[in-house]
Every structure is written in structure tokens, then in C-alpha cells.
């Protein structure tokens, strides 16, 4: 197990949490397994950016992002050098922190954050 940090949300995860993340799991998946909403509108299939998360640790032990991920993350509200989706960055052997930005572009578009 890996130790996965969720860094505290206003609303997905006000006080952050701290999870023990099984390897091989996206970390979207991790997240929802464990109490921690994040939206995910195309079911993880690599369609849209509403998992778009920050890796603050632990980036550079990720796999790198194909292709059609890059694509899909030039469109993510708050993009950031370390920015992955959920759906598609995969827990390895790592520790990760991970940061939920404050608005995805489904929470915008939709008006449920403000």
C-alpha cells in the first residue's frame, strides 16, 4: 500500500485526508473507494477533465501522460505542470500528495460551485 495525501477541499474534502492507496488503482478511483468525491463525468474513460487533479508529491513518479491525455488536460480549469486526471494517473509505489482544484470545467460550466 501507498500512502495517497488529499490536501483539504472546501468541499470534496474539507479537512484533507490521508489514505492508504492500493497500487495499480487510478488515483480517481482511490479517491472514490475512500469517501473522497471527485466529480468524474465521462466514468473514467479518459473523455473529459473533470478529475483533473495536482500532484504536488510525487509527480515524477507517475507514468507520463499519453497523448490523449495531454489533449484532454490543455482544456482543465487551473492547469498546472503537475496536473494529471485521476482517471488516467496510476498509484505506484510512491507516496503522493494530491490537490483538488477548487473548480473543474463541469462545476463551472454547471454554475455548483462558487
Given at each position: 500500500m501507498t500512502q495517497l495525501i488529499v490536501l483539504p477541499h472546501v468541499?470534496?474534502?474539507?479537512?484533507g485526508a490521508v489514505i492508504e492507496a492500493e497500487e495499480g488503482k487510478s488515483i480517481c478511483e482511490t479517491l472514490l473507494e475512500n469517501g473522497v468525491e471527485l466529480d468524474h463525468a465521462c466514468e473514467m474513460s479518459c473523455a473529459c477533465t473533470t478529475c483533473h487533479?495536482?500532484?504536488?508529491?510525487?509527480?515524477?513518479?507517475?507514468?507520463?501522460?499519453e497523448e490523449e491525455e495531454e489533449d484532454l488536460l490543455d482544456k482543465?480549469?487551473?492547469?498546472?505542470?503537475?496536473?494529471?486526471?485521476?482517471?488516467?494517473?496510476?498509484?505506484?509505489?510512491?507516496?503522493?500528495?494530491?490537490?483538488?482544484?477548487?473548480?473543474?470545467?463541469?462545476?463551472?460550466?454547471?454554475g455548483h460551485r462558487k
Amino acid at each position: 500500500m501507498t500512502q495517497l495525501i488529499v490536501l483539504p477541499h472546501v468541499e470534496n474534502c474539507p479537512d484533507g485526508a490521508v489514505i492508504e492507496a492500493e497500487e495499480g488503482k487510478s488515483i480517481c478511483e482511490t479517491l472514490l473507494e475512500n469517501g473522497v468525491e471527485l466529480d468524474h463525468a465521462c466514468e473514467m474513460s479518459c473523455a473529459c477533465t473533470t478529475c483533473h487533479v495536482i500532484v504536488r508529491e510525487g509527480f515524477n513518479s507517475l507514468t507520463p501522460a499519453e497523448e490523449e491525455e495531454e489533449d484532454l488536460l490543455d482544456k482543465a480549469w487551473g492547469l498546472e505542470p503537475n496536473s494529471r486526471l485521476g482517471c488516467q494517473a496510476i498509484v505506484g509505489k510512491t507516496p503522493l500528495v494530491v490537490e483538488i482544484p477548487k473548480y473543474s470545467l463541469n462545476m463551472a460550466k454547471e454554475g455548483h460551485r462558487k
